[in-house]
């Protein structure tokens, strides 16, 4: 069994700056929804609500990961 351990703020702002104009980012707090509509409709805001997304992250990391300041990947899957 592999483990790994990631600071969750830098796993936050590096997937919302790499692929949060992919909605990756949605997808990673878990609002499926707002991942596909960011993921067809963030081309028609140039960019600009990827980038709110990625100031958001700055500011603070989302609440999914609350209970920990670590994320722990256990075979490549997150675990909680």
Same mark, same amino acid.
């Given at each position: 069994?592999?483990t #790994? @351990? /990631?600071?969750?703020?830098?796993?936050?702002?590096? *997937?919302?700056?790499?692929?949060? *104009?992919? *909605?990756? %980012?949605?997808?990673?707090? &878990?609002?499926? &929804?707002? *991942?596909i509509? #960011?993921?067809l409709?963030?081309?028609? @805001?140039?960019?600009?609500?990827?980038f /709110?997304?990625?100031? /958001?992250a700055l /500011? #603070?990391?989302?609440?999914?990961?609350? %209970?920990?300041?670590?994320?722990?990947?256990i075979? &490549?899957?997150?675990?909680?």
């Amino acid at each position: 069994m592999t483990t #790994k @351990t /990631v600071n969750k703020h830098l796993f936050v702002w590096l *997937g919302s700056f790499l692929f949060g *104009g992919f *909605g990756v %980012d949605r997808f990673m707090r &878990g609002q499926i &929804g707002m *991942g596909i509509c #960011k993921l067809l409709f963030n081309w028609a @805001t140039l960019g600009i609500w990827s980038f /709110v997304d990625w100031i /958001v992250a700055l /500011v #603070k990391a989302y609440s999914t990961y609350n %209970d920990t300041e670590d994320i722990t990947f256990i075979n &490549g899957g997150y675990s909680r």
